[in-house]
């Protein structure tokens, strides 16, 4: 029989977001965050590839990135609903990381599968901020797809793209449990 970390499945187990909305000062200092982002790149990666990279956004950064939103949503006729939400996101954020997925050349590993490791490390640094106590929440929004927004404020490259932007801070409110997936429809057991 394995070996059973039972804190680590009681963790899985009840693992809850926390909305960014809720997250506020303080936020992981540096060495903390430094912790947290090596759990993250402890992730599966076939090929030992790496495609994925990580941005640190601290309060001036998302300031910026804030104002930069309202002329990208004119000129992609974004409605202001949307675009509210999306300025809010970077104003009222204090910290976040982006898990940029950035592939590799490869002739061995397709870039889907490459797509999935940067996914990976977005779910990773996600649990790894929640099981060291800080709120944490996985985001995007319609300014993360956007090349010109990813490229002149990211400093992304053509062959990247943002895979998530995990925020962190100190959560104000504990959010309810919401409805898990019925697992009876969505397991299909094989036996032959």
């Given at each position: 029989?394995?070996?059973?970390?039972?804190?680590?499945?009681?963790?899985l187990?009840?693992?809850?977001?926390?909305?960014?909305?809720?997250?506020?000062?303080?936020?992981p200092?540096?060495?903390?965050?430094?912790?947290?982002?090596?759990?993250?790149?402890?992730t599966?990666?076939?090929?030992?590839?790496?495609?994925w990279?990580?941005?640190?956004?601290e309060?001036?950064?998302?300031?910026?990135?804030?104002?930069m939103?309202?002329?990208?949503?004119?000129?992609?006729?974004?409605?202001?609903?949307?675009?509210?939400?999306?300025i809010?996101?970077?104003?009222?954020?204090?910290?976040?990381?982006?898990?940029?997925?950035?592939?590799?050349?490869?002739?061995?590993?397709?870039?889907?599968?490459?797509?999935?490791?940067?996914?990976?490390?977005?779910l990773?640094?996600?649990?790894?901020?929640?099981?060291a106590?800080?709120?944490?929440?996985?985001?995007?929004?319609?300014?993360?797809?956007?090349?010109?927004?990813?490229?002149?404020?990211?400093?992304?490259?053509?062959?990247e793209?943002?895979?998530?932007?995990?925020?962190?801070?100190?959560?104000?409110?504990?959010?309810?449990?919401?409805?898990?997936?019925?697992?009876?429809?969505?397991?299909?057991?094989?036996?032959?």
């Amino acid at each position: 029989m394995p070996t059973r970390n039972q804190a680590a499945l009681d963790f899985l187990l009840t693992r809850r977001s926390r909305p960014a909305k809720t997250l506020r000062a303080p936020v992981p200092d540096r060495a903390t965050l430094e912790v947290l982002l090596t759990a993250a790149a402890r992730t599966p990666d076939h090929g030992k590839l790496e495609p994925w990279r990580f941005i640190v956004l601290e309060k001036p950064a998302l300031t910026r990135l804030a104002a930069m939103i309202p002329a990208r949503a004119d000129a992609l006729d974004i409605p202001e609903d949307k675009l509210d939400k999306a300025i809010a996101q970077y104003r009222d954020a204090d910290l976040a990381v982006v898990v940029v997925d950035s592939p590799a050349a490869s002739e061995k590993v397709p870039q889907i599968e490459q797509t999935y490791s940067s996914g990976a490390v977005c779910l990773s640094l996600l649990n790894a901020a929640l099981a060291a106590g800080w709120g944490a929440n996985w985001l995007s929004g319609w300014a993360s797809h956007d090349r010109t927004f990813c490229k002149d404020g990211l400093g992304l490259a053509d062959h990247e793209r943002v895979a998530g932007l995990i925020h962190l801070g100190t959560e104000t409110s504990a959010p309810p449990e919401r409805p898990r997936p019925d697992l009876a429809q969505k397991v299909t057991w094989v036996s032959q």
